[in-house]
């Protein structure tokens, strides 16, 4: 990759945008930023619980986020560009809250906590757009707990679903039992069977045992 191409793909990141080519440069003869590749086949590159030491943002590629609930567990889809809960460096546990695994071949730009704290917090640039992406997470989360009262089971179902999705992209796989949902959404198990019958017969869901794969956007179903 030619200085020029790397250039171009890291301030294409959330954080790194609008930081000058003189800024990376430095930053890369300083060995503050590493590029690493990643593979399908090599399993998790992170874990959820896991202690983080470092900045990783995703530069090419996909990957799996997976949450493990008590009794459910979620997957969603991370495309490039992204940032992987980069809130976790200063957060009280400093640790993960998802795993990731890779669906695609791709490429991580990777940057040890020491780095972050003694270069990257110096870069005016970087700490404006940090600070940014924290108060829109902020905002998000606020938004969030706005909605009036869920008034059908649909909607119960989706405010679940919203509560422990961690990206905002589609289609998201939530494996859960029967049972186990009715109780979190506070309705019969033939109730809740009947509510996704419906969903499903309207294309918003795709129904396998103990597995339900969403289609469209929360936000879209929140008042049906």
């Not at 000058?20 to 619980?49: T, Y």
């Not at 030491?53 to 990957?63: K, V």
Request: glycine share 6%.
């Amino acid at each position: 990759m030619t200085t020029s191409d790397f250039y171009l793909y890291v301030t294409s990141l959330p954080l790194l945008q609008g930081i000058s080519a003189e800024n990376i440069l430095q930053m890369q003869e300083r060995g503050a930023l590493r590029v690493v590749s990643m593979e399908p086949e090599e399993g998790n590159i992170i874990q959820q619980g896991q202690y983080c030491h470092t900045l990783t943002m995703l530069m090419e590629g996909t990957l799996t986020c997976t949450t493990y609930g008590a009794d459910w567990i979620l997957e969603e889809e991370v495309r490039s560009p992204a940032i992987i809960e980069e809130e976790a460096l200063w957060s009280l546990s400093q640790s993960y809250n998802h795993t990731y695994t890779p669906t695609t071949e791709g490429r991580l730009l990777v940057i040890d906590r020491r780095h972050v704290m003694q270069t990257m917090l110096h870069n005016d640039i970087f700490r404006i757009n940090l600070l940014t992406r924290m108060s829109a997470r902020l905002e998000r989360s606020y938004l969030g707990g706005q909605f009036p009262p869920p008034t059908s089971i649909q909607q119960k179902i989706y405010r679940f679903l919203l509560g422990i999705s961690n990206t905002t992209t589609f289609p998201k796989c939530l494996h859960i039992k029967m049972t186990t949902l009715a109780g979190i959404v506070g309705e019969t198990r033939l109730q809740v069977s009947k509510a996704l019958r419906q969903m499903e017969n309207e294309g918003k869901i795709k129904q396998t045992r103990e597995r339900i794969t969403f289609r469209v956007q929360i936000q879209d179903n929140l008042n049906t």
